[in-house]
């Protein structure tokens, strides 16, 4: 039993409404979601920071990595003509 099955057990079993709804958080990316994680509130990590994912149905057999992505899209400030 991986340490994420542990923690997700956990929250199932909850009798806690805090607990309930409270985010797992996962550092490996490459984790597969499964059936029983419909639902479920958990945080990616993405490096320096956690992104929060929603399991939903159409997840179901996706790595948790293809939720949270890593790059950060760059913009250059447009000048204005004087």
């Known amino acids: 039993m991986t340490s994420l099955s542990k923690k997700v057990h956990k929250v199932l079993n909850a009798t806690d409404k805090r ?12 984790e597969r ?4 994680h419909v639902g479920l509130k958990f945080k990616v ?3 320096l920071k956690y992104i929060n994912v929603i399991v939903s149905e159409e997840m179901v057999g996706f790595k948790f990595g293809e939720f949270s992505p890593t790059r950060v899209r760059h913009e250059f400030k447009k000048k204005r003509k004087k």
């Open 33 to 36: 979601i499964l059936a029983e």
């Open 19 to 30: 607990h309930k709804n409270a985010f797992i958080k996962v550092w490996n990316r490459s």
């Open 45 to 47: 990590h993405q490096g």
